[in-house]
């Protein structure tokens, strides 16, 4: 399963990076629509996007040589 995983990544780069931007446009847009629930209040959404977004960069350098 890992080398499945390992194989698509380094084919499809952009797709991890692609997820965290998704993630931290997706935590923006609760915080607009419902200020005061818990995802909102702990950023859960933003630091997966961030966590995310990161390991792909890190991932797609690493697998890319």
Same mark, same amino acid.
């Given at each position: 399963?890992?080398?499945?995983?390992?194989?698509?990544?380094?084919?499809h780069?952009?797709?991890?990076? /692609?997820?965290?931007?998704?993630? %931290? $446009? *997706?935590?923006l847009?609760l915080? =607009? !629509?419902?200020?005061?629930?818990w995802?909102?209040?702990?950023? /859960?959404?933003?630091?997966l996007? %961030? $966590? *995310?977004g990161?390991?792909?960069i =890190? !991932?797609g350098?690493?697998?890319?040589?």
């Open positions: 399963m890992l080398d499945r995983i390992s194989a698509y990544i380094a084919e780069k952009g797709v991890p990076v /692609l997820l965290g931007v998704l993630l %931290v $446009v *997706a935590n847009a915080a =607009l !629509l419902a200020p005061g629930s995802l909102v209040t702990s950023n /859960l959404f933003l630091h996007g %961030v $966590v *995310a990161l390991l792909g =890190l !991932l350098d690493a697998l890319g040589r």
